[in-house]
Structure formats: structure tokens, C-alpha cells
């Protein structure tokens, strides 16, 4: 058996993981050798889901009714261009089908597509100036996003400081960050932050400085309580070829858990004197690396090479992220609003289940899927609207897969045609070249719920691809409860990687 992978990352959960790992039977596993860098933002994302109870489609054409196709012409709203500085006019109503959503969850189909990560911008540069958002969180590293912050907010550029691999529309939005935070008319400064707790060395390079600074004689007592951490849960996640942090036994994982706590103990007792050397808000980011530190121990501690359990260190991630990107905004003014951006399986405010899918067809049950978007959904209810983005034909950057599980390496491939019976090809019967569309709508329609609640392939990979096995690609979804807004392009090009 193989589970039924869509958009598994060569950058998933754990860099521990290859993608033959990841992809392929569990009897014919390997490891393979990973680039050494740490992408920022980082383009990390999960397997594909199911919903419960699904019928795999009947191969062949998708069959559309006439008043479905009626439907989708009349509630589409088409716009010019994706691309950034060309004003709002023609997106006044997505901006209305925003609403006042406080949390504004940008997703992807892929992470190497052009279309997708001008059109975030340019939604970002509307948001801003006029919907008063001011924090853009990204599926990246913590500490990396500090760095860039920093640079967001007058620094200089972080392009020595942090290893990265990144696409050119990435930094543009960066630049015009940083860029209109110079304006002196633009008083509320927009921040830059990540929310990702999968590498630790820039998190810990950021506590050992801050406790130089405040308390310097404790340095000693803190770098010994990270000494388990570091030989055992950063190196792991550093190696793609070592030992798996979950195979470390009770006894190693009980003592690298313990540092960790010794160490916010320590925050804990000492944060008076602490906020009064930095200052309260200083205090606050600074204990929450040790958070992270423990996110990332319990994300290691979950991974393993077993399928039928992998799935689970997924679920662990989301749900850190989503406590991440709870923790910025509490942290920020109280009227604070967020952009978050991410993969389309992340930002996804409802659940599935992880099934594996045998050569015959079958399909059996790994467990529940629960999605960073779920999570916030659940707390922040409709004050978090979620655009998803997919597309029917077109290139794209990725990491490419055999459909045996050998890695193929990195290059730009295309997408000729969209799966025959899925929602892509309904999705074309709008005859726009580009559009936007409120999936709430399809939730309440009387006349075609029914038909509209049908699970259908919906192409959706990240940053691995599998070459030559389509439906790999792509999730069994029921599109009006993949999102609440949906903006789709009829053709895309290749995001300009560097």
C-alpha cells in the first residue's frame, strides 16, 4: 500500500523525512540526501485527505448540470491581473466577501506558482491600506522571520544573515513591506512574522542572546539545560540521514523535555528582573522561544517511519501553528488584523480523514486530519476568512517525484490538463481566464447543494509533485467546505525562483 499523496514537501514535517519516505511503500523506503539550507519562508505542507466517507469518482468526464454551470457564471467575479501595484478597484468585492474578518488565511495550490504569490501580494497591499491589516504571518521559521522583520521595519537586508531558499515574488512583497513602513504617513508599521517551529537553531541563537543581555550569569545554567536538546532533537531535524527523535527512548526524550522546562522555570522565576533590564513585551517574545523549543521536542518526538502513524506528526504541527499564529495576534494591539499565509491543506478550516490507498483501489482509514485552519476556525469562528487558490493548466516550480518514490530533483513541469471529473474542470465552464468566487454561497444554495456537495479531485501539491500518476496530486475534497473563498486561474506560469 501507499498513502494517497498530494502535496507531501521535500520541506514536510521533518527534513528527517525523504520523499521516498514519504511517497512511497514503507518495504522500499530510503533516505535520501536533502540540499543543506533553511528555506525561508518555509515551503512545508501535508498529505493529502479525504473526507469521511467518500466515494472515489467514477473515471471519465465530469457531467455538469446546465443550472450548475449557470450558477458558477452568474456568482464568478472576474479581475484583471495578479499582479501587485495595480490597485483594488476591481477587487472591491472580494473585499466585501471578506467582510470584517480579523484573520485573513491566503492558501496555495502549489509553492512554485507565479500567479499565486503575486495575487497574496497584491490582496496584502489592499488589506493594508484599506482594511488597516498590519502583521503578515507566513508558514516559515520563526527566527527567520525575525530576521526579515527586522529588515521589514528599517534593518538592513537579512540576504547574509539567513540561508534561504526563496522565489523572487516572495522578496518583492518583502521589499514593498519594508518600503512602505519608510513612509512617515504610514503610521501603523506593518511586521513581518513566521509561525513554523520546525528548525531550532535561530530560536535558540535568539534566547542565548536575550539572556546575554539580561542575565548573563544564568547563561552557564541555560546552554547545560539545552545540552539534550541540541545533541538529540536539533540534530535530528538537521540530518535527514540520522536516527528519528521518537526512536531515542523514554529515557533521553523524559531528559531533553525536563531542560526544556528547567528553562522556563527559570523565565518564570526571573521575570520581573527580566522585563525590568528589557521590558515587558522583550519578556513576553523571549519566553515564548522556550514554547517553541517544546513544540519542536514534541513535533520530533511524534515523527516516525511508520505510515499508518506518520500522519499524526502533521496534526502536531498544524495545531503548534495555529497556537503560533494565536499568540502573535494576542500579542499585537487589540484591533490588530492578520494576514496568514500558507498551503491551501493548511489554511483549510475543515477536517478529513488520512487514508491509504492499495494498487487495487481500496482504501483504508490512518485517522483524523486535523488542519492549522480547523483549529483557527474553532477559536475565531467567522472572524477568520480563508481564500484558497487553484488552478486548471499551467508550470510550476517543484521538487519532483517518481511514482516509485525516487527523488528527481528540482525543476519548473506543467499541468496540461485539468483530471477530467474534477472540480477544475467545473470550474473552467465560468469561461474566465481568472475569478473569484464566495464558496459560502454553495453551502446555502436550495437548488444545487446536492450536487455541489459531491467529493471531487481538486489538484493540490505543494512543493513535491508526483510526475506521472495525476490523481497523486490532488484530494477527494467537497469544495465548499475547502474554503470560504475560492480565486481560480485558468492558466498559470512558474513562480521565479532564485
Known amino acids: 500500500m501507499r498513502p494517497n499523496c498530494s502535496f507531501f514537501s521535500l520541506f514536510a514535517v521533518l527534513t528527517v523525512l525523504s520523499l521516498s519516505a514519504a511517497c512511497s511503500p514503507p518495504d522500499s523506503m530510503q533516505a535520501t540526501q536533502f540540499p543543506e539550507y533553511t528555506p525561508v519562508p518555509a515551503p512545508t505542507n501535508t498529505p493529502t485527505t479525504n473526507p469521511t466517507a467518500s466515494p472515489v469518482p467514477t473515471p471519465g468526464e465530469l457531467v455538469v448540470p446546465p443550472e450548475a ?22 477587487l472591491q468585492p472580494l473585499l466585501e466577501m471578506i467582510g470584517d474578518a480579523r484573520i485573513v488565511a491566503l492558501g496555495e495550490a502549489t509553492h512554485g506558482t507565479h500567479e499565486f504569490f503575486a495575487m497574496k501580494h497584491r490582496i496584502l497591499e489592499c488589506l493594508v491600506t484599506e482594511k488597516g491589516f498590519s502583521i503578515f504571518a507566513m508558514e516559515a521559521g520563526w527566527g527567520e522571520a525575525n530576521r526579515i522583520n527586522a529588515y521589514v521595519n528599517g534593518g538592513s537586508s537579512p540576504l547574509g544573515s539567513v540561508s ?17 513602513n519608510e513612509q512617515p504617513a504610514n503610521t501603523e508599521k506593518l511586521s513581518f512574522r513566521g509561525f513554523d517551529m520546525q528548525w531550532g537553531n535561530l530560536i535558540v541563537e535568539d534566547l542565548l542572546t536575550y539572556l546575554n543581555a539580561v542575565d ?47 528553562i522556563d522555570d527559570i523565565f518564570q522565576e526571573r521575570q520581573v528582573a527580566y522585563e ?55 500579542h499585537a494591539a ?7 499565509w500558507a498551503h491551501n491543506g493548511h489554511v483549510k478550516p475543515t477536517g478529513g480523514i488520512w487514508n491509504w490507498t492499495d494498487e487495487a483501489g481500496d ?66 465552464t465560468a469561461g474566465l481566464p481568472r475569478f473569484y468566487l464566495d464558496l459560502r454561497l454553495m453551502r446555502v444554495d436550495p437548488l444545487l447543494g446536492d450536487w455541489f456537495r ?24 467537497v469544495l465548499p467546505d475547502e474554503f470560504d473563498i475560492l480565486i481560480f486561474f485558468e492558466r498559470t506560469t512558474a513562480s521565479k525562483w532564485w
Open 276 to 330: 525590568l533590564v528589557s521590558s515587558p513585551a522583550e519578556f513576553a517574545e523571549a519566553r515564548y522561544l522556550v514554547s517553541l523549543l517544546m513544540q519542536n521536542e514534541q513535533l520530533m518526538a511524534a515523527a516516525t517511519s511508520d505510515m499508518a502513524l506518520f500522519y499524526e506528526s502533521f496534526n502536531v504541527r498544524d495545531r503548534f501553528m495555529a497556537e503560533n499564529i494565536a499568540w502573535l495576534l494576542d
Open 363 to 428: 482504501q483504508t482509514d490512518a485517522g483524523p486530519m486535523v488542519p492549522m485552519g480547523m483549529h483557527l476556525r474553532n477559536t475565531y469562528g467567522e472572524d477568520l476568512a480563508v481564500i484558497g487558490f487553484s488552478f486548471a493548466t499551467g508550470s510550476f516550480h517543484a521538487m519532483s517525484i517518481s511514482v516509485t518514490g525516487a527523488y528527481l530533483g528540482r525543476g519548473e513541469y506543467s499541468l496540461e490538463s485539468p483530471l477530467p471529473n474534477g472540480h477544475e474542470t467545473y470550474l473552467l
Open 334 to 340: 487589540p484591533d490588530a488584523r492578520m494576514v496568514v
Open 69 to 90: 454551470v449557470e450558477w458558477l457564471q452568474v456568482h464568478t467575479v472576474p479581475f484583471d491581473t495578479a499582479e501587485p501595484g495595480s490597485g483594488c478597484a476591481d
Open 454 to 477: 459531491e467529493p471531487r479531485w481538486l489538484t493540490s501539491f505543494g512543493m513535491g509533485y508526483i510526475v506521472g500518476d495525476p490523481t497523486a496530486n490532488a484530494s477527494l475534497v
Open 164 to 180: 534561504i531558499m526563496g522565489d523572487a515574488e516572495i522578496w518583492n512583497l518583502i521589499d514593498w513591506m519594508h518600503q512602505y
Open 216 to 262: 548573563p550569569e544564568s547563561t552557564g545554567a541555560v546552554e547545560d539545560n539545552l545540552d539534550c536538546f541540541l545533541t538529540h532533537v536539533k540534530n535530528t531535524s538537521a540530518n535527514p540521514n540520522g536516527p528519528f527523535y521518537s526512536q531515542a527512548g523514554e529515557e533521553i526524550q523524559s531528559l531533553c523535555r525536563q531542560g526544556l522546562q528547567n
